[in-house]
Each structure stands twice: as structure tokens, then as C-alpha cells.
């Protein structure tokens, strides 16, 4: 019976004819299992390869790398073989699908040219190359004298790469100097016993390369190679195995993800001045893609934003220089912070400014909406309730459930705010916003009971803040208790929406006899025209509990709708809590 792998490949081998596939189909795709800064070296792993393992190639992948590589396949197929191969121990584990735009000219098979680029310079193993049944064997290392040897060989550069190797796999905490004393023999004689080797302290040819490849790795996987984009004037190395060019979206230039791992870049590119950058600065930090933890840096001439949350990391810098504003910004999914870091300080390392922007009419006929910022979305909220002020300090009385493990809170979306306390029993919670407000009108509360089937009001954010202010909803008071006599309750006949949970609940004299509780509370499933409101008398308990005074309402005129309406609007707030 044949195994999985080899059904897979003979499928393989009858959907891709090698040759014609790849110049005419873009889905057609390759598995990179090894890359290495020496041809001699990349010839002789993928001859290794080919003796037990079909469809082996080899093809330069820019700045002196070799890559190691199995195909064509199609997309499906490539992903079946990565997972069977994996699983059979044939390949690396970190090995991955790459895309044909990263490749250059072929060097395996000798004298084979899929892309039609040219071969590769020939080189040790062009010569009797075996069969597949034929052993490959690894050839001798160097001895100890040879290895002093062709160390002194190194440059000065060269011996500091192998220091900051040293470093960044654990083995060396001194100055990268390129000097070979006694803390750099001790960190390689570390490294070479860490990777079941002689620990001499002298690091062969072949050992140098492989703490390299350790070191560069990271890079090698997502296929950092240098990118120019002439529209958006900026060049730099970029991830071309994991995100490829989507679209230009002013002041952005799109490179979305290729595949599952949800790394993507944006080129930030406009013209403008201080106020476009600082405005530009302000309107990143309202996207999805820029998490509200992180750290924030703002100069007269830059910027610097980073976000973390539980599913991805984002980067992102611009800088304003003769008149223009150019930068980037990486989203990486967490979990992955070596690869992240590696690659982002070669990218910022390798960021040129070129000649020119991107046009400010690109992308015009991009989707439109009002939660979309050039192609992007908006952050928005978990919850969105309603509340209103209390005291001329801007303290605020919302609903519980809207405030409950939230990274961040805010009034009308521009205003921190704390908690204070909350009474999950009756529903309630005190806010204190972190710089003082000062409201147009705060909430005075009513110390009579109204009359039954009197007329209320209730103000709230209906729609959650889409209308950018409060609406009014008319009802009547129904009983002054609970369905199960509470006291710390009354009972309305009216039917709000969820937004105008947590506003004030209005007598016909424009006094507060409560706050709107949401449906929900209650737990059971009543009529569409039942509502419940938290009794004013509890909540000034609990306003005074927590060091708060509170205002009372005496007139017992009714208050014309205008004028009622001119007073909620003035205090009553948007309380949205965010993650």
C-alpha cells in the first residue's frame, strides 16, 4: 500500500507539468526548506535532498542566499505536502510556502531554468551528480589548526557578526568588538557544546555557518528581501514570503498577507506638514490595528506607536522631512516576538527615503465607510451605553454590566474615565473621569415618588453614538416597585433600545427618579414595553458611600419637551468601554 507522502507527490506530479505550469499559472507555488549564503554549501544540501525526496530545486534568493526549495505545486497541494513531509520528519519544521516573485535564477538542477531566468553560476557539485540511490555523504570538518586558520581570514565585520550571533543565541554578553578574547572563546565552546560539538573554543567554517544560518533564520523564513516602491517612494527589506502588494490607499500602500499568519504592512506616504503628521498620529491611534496598550512617542518632527493585544503586535513610524511624511507601520500575530523583532529592526534598518509620494487621488474609488479610514478599520468599542453627570466634577452613573473588565473606558470616545465602584446588584456604577470635565448640566434627583401612569422620559445614546447625540424616548410610569416588589426599582412602560441603557430616567419636571436598567437584567423575558429603572434614592446611597454629593430637584412643574430636551442633552454621555 503506498503511504500518504508518496500518494500526495504522485498527485502532485500529474497537476503540475514543472516547466509550463510555472509560467503560466500565478497560483502556481514552492516549499523553501533550506537557505544558505554559500552556493557550494546550497548545491550540496540539495543534491542531499534529491536522494530521497523527488521534485527538489534550487534558486537564488537575492543578497547572496540560496534557497533549498521542493516544487512547483499548486497552493493546495504545496500546503499538503508541507503538512505530510513535516509530519514525516523529511523536512525542517519551519519550512514554508514561497511564491515565484522571491526567487531568482535557478541552480538546481544543474542547468534546469523553470522561471526562465538563467541558471545560476555552476559551481562544486555540477559534476556527476548522483541518482537518488546513491549515499550522500558530509564532508570532513576542519581540525582545530586549519580552524584557527581560516579564522584569521575573517574581517574585522566578520568576526563581529559571529559576536552578535553569539549574543542573540544566549552565549555572549560582552562588547561586539570583534576581539577573540577569553569571554568570546568561552561563549563558542558553549555554543559548541550546546549543539553536540568538540567545545574547542574555535569555531570551524562549516561551524561559523551554521551559528549564522542559526542567527539569520528568522529572516530566511519570511523572505526579508529589499522592495521598491516607486509610487510611494520608499524603499526597504520586507517579509515577500508572507505579505505581497494589495492596493494603494492615500496616505497607504497596502502589502496584505499571503497566507494564514496575518502579517501586514502598510507604506505610510503623503505630503504635508506638522499638522498633517500630528493629525496623522491622532487618526492611527482610533484603528483596530493599533492596540490601545503599547507604547506612544511624539516629537515635532516623528512619531512612534506601538499596540499589543492578546492577537497581534503592531509597529508603526513616520517621520516629516521636506515636506513630506513617510513611513511604516508591521502588524505581526503574538507569539511570535524573536521572528517580530528580528525582522523589524532589518526593516528599520534598511527604510530609504525616495523621491516623491504617493498620489493623493489613488485608491479613489476604494470602498467608503464611516468606520473605514483609508481601507482600514476603526477600532471600536466592546459596549457602548449611556450615563449621565452627576456633579461639576464630571462624575458620571452608568450601568454596571457596560463597564465591566475594561482595558480602557471613556466618555463621549475623547475622555478617560475610572471606576469608582459599581453595585452589580442593583445594577449601577460611579465613574470619576481621569481629568476633570466640566459639564453643561448635571442630573439633580427628585425625592418624591411620581404618580403612577404619570408621564417619563428617558435619555440615552439610542443608536450607541452613531448620531453623535442623545435622543429622548417618552413613557410612563408603570409601578413605583419591582415585579417582585423590590423598592430599589420601578417599573416603566416604555421599550428603549440597548444604547439608552444607563441614562437618566426623567419625572415630567426634568427630575431624575432613576437610570435605565438593560432588559437583560432582569433575567426573564417580558413584554417588549416592560422596562426597570434603578430608584434615585439608592443611587444617592450610593453616590454618598463613595464621597460624592449630590444635587435634589424641588420644582414640581411640568418642563415643556424643548426645554427637557435641551437639559438631557447637557448631561447626559456616551460610556463606552473598550478592550
Not at 448 to 475: H, K, M, Q
Request: proline share 5%.
Amino acid at each position: 500500500m503506498k503511504s500518504l507522502f508518496t500518494s500526495i507527490v504522485i498527485a502532485v506530479v500529474f497537476i503540475v507539468n514543472a516547466a509550463t505550469a510555472q509560467q503560466s499559472n500565478p497560483d502556481v507555488v514552492w516549499i523553501q526548506i533550506e537557505a544558505h549564503p554559500s552556493l557550494n554549501e546550497a548545491q550540496r544540501r540539495a543534491q542531499s535532498y534529491a536522494a530521497f525526496l523527488p521534485d527538489v530545486t534550487g534558486f537564488s534568493l537575492g543578497g547572496s542566499w540560496y534557497g533549498v526549495m521542493l516544487g512547483p505545486y499548486l497552493r493546495a497541494d504545496a500546503e499538503d505536502v508541507l503538512r505530510v513531509y513535516r509530519a514525516e520528519g523529511r523536512i525542517p519544521q519551519d519550512s514554508y510556502i514561497s511564491f515565484s516573485n522571491s526567487l531568482g535564477q535557478q541552480y538546481w538542477p544543474v542547468g534546469a531554468d523553470l522561471l526562465g531566468r538563467q541558471t545560476a553560476a555552476t559551481s562544486l557539485v555540477t559534476q556527476n551528480q548522483p541518482t537518488v540511490t546513491e549515499p550522500v555523504h558530509e564532508p570532513a570538518d576542519e581540525t582545530s589548526a586549519e580552524a584557527r586558520r581560516s579564522e584569521r581570514q575573517l574581517t574585522a565585520e566578520q568576526r563581529k557578526k559571529l559576536q552578535i550571533a553569539l549574543r542573540w543565541a544566549g552565549f555572549y554578553d560582552a562588547a561586539i568588538d570583534g576581539a577573540y578574547g577569553p569571554g568570546t572563546r568561552r561563549s563558542m565552546a558553549d555554543w559548541q557544546l550546546a549543539n553536540g560539538l568538540e567545545d574547542t573554543g574555535i569555531l570551524t567554517t562549516m561551524q561559523r555557518q551554521d551559528l549564522l544560518d542559526q542567527y539569520n533564520e528568522p529572516l530566511i523564513s519570511v523572505g526579508l528581501r529589499n522592495q521598491t516602491d516607486v509610487q510611494a517612494g520608499i524603499e526597504m527589506m520586507i517579509p515577500t514570503s508572507e505579505v505581497s502588494f494589495a492596493r494603494y490607499e492615500p496616505p497607504f500602500a497596502h502589502y496584505n498577507a499571503t497566507g494564514n499568519s496575518g502579517i501586514r504592512l502598510l507604506l505610510i506616504t503623503q505630503p504635508g506638514d506638522q499638522t498633517t503628521l500630528f493629525g496623522l498620529y491622532d487618526i492611527l491611534q482610533t484603528l483596530e490595528i493599533v492596540p490601545l496598550s503599547g507604547a506612544r512617542e511624539r516629537k515635532k518632527d516623528s512619531f512612534v506607536l506601538e499596540g499589543r493585544n492578546s492577537n497581534i503586535v503592531s509597529y508603526t513610524e513616520a517621520k516629516l522631512k521636506d515636506g513630506q511624511i513617510k513611513g511604516f507601520m508591521l502588524i505581526w500575530p503574538t507569539g511570535d516576538e524573536e521572528r517580530r523583532t528580528r525582522v523589524l529592526a532589518a526593516m528599520q534598518d534598511s527604510f530609504t527615503r525616495l523621491d516623491g509620494v504617493l498620489d493623493p487621488a489613488a485608491g479613489a474609488d476604494a470602498e467608503q465607510r464611516i468606520d473605514l479610514v483609508s481601507g482600514l478599520e476603526v477600532r471600536k468599542p466592546r459596549i457602548s451605553r449611556s450615563g449621565f453627570f452627576v456633579d461639576t466634577k464630571g462624575s458620571v452613573v452608568t450601568m454596571a454590566q457596560a463597564v465591566r473588565n475594561c482595558t480602557r473606558i471613556t466618555l463621549d470616545h475623547d475622555y478617560e474615565a475610572e471606576l469608582v465602584t459599581a453595585d452589580e446588584n442593583l445594577g449601577v456604577a460611579i465613574l470619576r473621569p481621569v481629568a476633570k470635565l466640566a459639564p453643561v448640566n448635571v442630573g439633580q434627583f427628585t425625592q418624591s415618588t411620581p404618580r403612577l401612569n404619570s408621564d417619563i422620559a428617558v435619555a440615552g445614546y439610542s443608536f450607541e453614538g452613531v448620531l453623535g447625540a442623545p435622543t429622548v424616548t417618552y413613557g410612563i410610569l408603570s409601578d413605583v416597585t419591582g415585579l417582585r416588589g423590590e423598592t430599589t426599582l420601578k417599573r416603566l412602560a416604555l421599550a428603549p433600545l440597548p444604547g439608552d441603557a444607563g441614562g437618566p430616567v426623567f419625572d415630567a419636571g426634568g427630575g431624575i427618579m432613576g437610570m435605565l436598567l438593560p432588559r437583560s437584567e432582569t433575567g426573564q423575558r417580558l413584554p417588549n414595553d416592560v422596562s426597570f429603572v434603578a430608584d434615585s434614592k439608592a443611587i444617592r446611597d450610593m453616590l454618598s458611600a463613595a464621597g460624592l454629593s449630590t444635587e435634589t430637584h424641588s420644582d414640581s412643574a411640568s418642563m415643556a419637551p424643548e426645554d427637557l430636551i435641551r437639559l438631557a442633552s447637557g448631561m447626559t454621555v456616551l460610556v463606552s468601554c473598550w478592550d
